[in-house]
């Protein structure tokens, strides 16, 4: 099993950066895709990054491209998502995923553990 567990949210203005940490435990992260998502009140959970097991591939919604940028430090079991150029409607809930389909995938029904979020909050 691996057990996600987000960090590094909070209120940022439009414009500015931030950095998001999502800290995996179990031995056997290295060998899952993890993934962002995010999600509004009363919306779907949706996509913003994944990055495969090796680190090598990585995916992105169109909204976020050129932008974020998502990694992983396998010796640390840790997955970032760097945030820049942050747009009020960035505003969510971000959650960090993992799946042991380790290609890498978009979708919420590919990620079998998930962590219990950070609040993102981008003013205008």
């Known amino acids: 099993q691996v057990q996600p567990v987000e960090s590094g949210g909070g209120l940022v203005q439009a414009g500015d950066s931030l950095r998001l940490s999502c800290a995996a435990s179990g031995s056997t992260f290295r060998s899952y895709a993890m993934g962002w998502f995010r999600q509004n009140p009363g919306k779907e959970r949706e996509f913003v990054a994944s990055i495969n097991w090796t680190g090598g591939r990585t995916y992105y919604a169109e909204s976020v491209k050129g932008r974020f940028t998502i990694s992983r430090d396998v010796a640390k079991n840790t997955v970032y998502l760097q945030m820049n150029s942050l747009k009020p409607e960035d505003t969510a809930v971000y959650y960090c995923?993992?799946?042991?389909w380790g290609l890498g995938s978009a979708a919420v029904g590919m990620h079998d553990y998930w962590g219990q979020g950070t609040q993102v909050t981008v003013s205008s």
């Open positions: 995923a993992a799946a042991q």
